[in-house]
């Protein structure tokens, strides 16, 4: 069954001008916001700004979460590791490398106390991939990962940047099935991507999707404004039967005004959900 969540952070006003960060100081507010705009889910951030005080780190932060999470409904099923953007696995020395890969196995063991069953891992912006040399060193990389995802039971879900052929070339060298892709309708539409041609070259191996707008070579606007071809998305994900988590990713309103923009765009998702399931029947 598909979950509608939002990114962490996108609930309340935006801190120290970040466009996307662990919200410091009013993380625990947004479990009953999220619960008011009637969504089922928050996709965990973890990234630097947030590291200090993010209580993931730490048990009673941890048995705190899950107290919020049953007081209002709402379920923690993903984290994105924005850390590994701030300090890309890419273009780092083999002893910084390995430090990462550590980071990120404790990661993995602080998700599975909280039921996480996802991580995505982006390789987007500062570490993208730019190379062939650099997806054979992604390749190195998830190998490594693997033994502590399954321990986890954590599936890693790839954000790439690269077009659909090198994508699904790099996901046939990497065929377990605990290595997912993470569909992001935005980045695509900023790339100029086909969803018709990324879903034809690796829409089986979707395990969950962002959901925002993008103009192309440009930044994120509100759905339907930007080039994201949104109809074909939700009409492809019907014929694959996605059955994963949709996360609004969406762009920001007027500080204060969160609630009600969320609460509308959740609605928004829905009705497009749905509509693309009867289109298919």
Request: charge should be negative; glycine fraction near 6%; hydrophobic fraction near 40%.
């Amino acid at each position: 069954m598909s979950y509608l969540a939002v990114m962490q952070g996108r609930l309340v006003p935006p801190e120290d001008g970040r466009f996307q960060s662990f919200p410091r100081s009013r993380w625990r507010d947004e479990f009953v916001l999220a619960s008011a705009a009637g969504l089922d889910a928050i996709e965990w951030i973890y990234d630097t700004f947030g590291e200090d005080v993010n209580p993931i780190a730490s048990d009673s932060g941890i048995d705190e979460i899950l107290l919020l999470c049953r007081e209002n409904a709402i379920v923690i099923r993903s984290l994105c590791a924005d850390y590994f953007m701030d300090r890309p696995f890419l273009r780092a020395s083999t002893a910084e490398r390995s430090i990462l890969i550590r980071k990120m196995e404790w990661l993995l063991s602080r998700c599975a106390l909280i039921g996480i069953t996802r991580v995505v891992i982006p390789f987007v912006d500062h570490s993208r991939i730019e190379s062939e040399e650099e997806s054979q060193e992604v390749l190195a990389i998830i190998s490594e990962l693997i033994a502590p995802a399954k321990m986890n039971q954590i599936e890693l879900h790839l954000e790439t940047t690269l077009p659909p052929k090198e994508f699904a070339d790099l996901l046939d060298k990497c065929t377990d099935s605990f290595i997912r892709v993470n569909y992001d309708s935005g980045n695509s539409a900023s790339l100029g991507y086909s969803a018709a041609e990324e879903f034809a070259a690796y829409g089986q191996r979707i395990g969950s999707v962002h959901i925002k707008d993008r103009i192309h070579g440009g930044g994120t606007v509100p759905l339907g404004t930007g080039n994201a071809d949104l109809k074909s998305v939700f009409n492809g994900l019907a014929k694959l039967r996605y059955e994963g988590d949709y996360v609004l990713q969406i762009a920001r309103t007027n500080p204060g005004d969160e609630l009600r923009w969320i609460a509308e765009n959740q609605a928004w998702l829905k009705m497009q959900i749905e509509a693309a399931k009867v289109n298919l029947q």
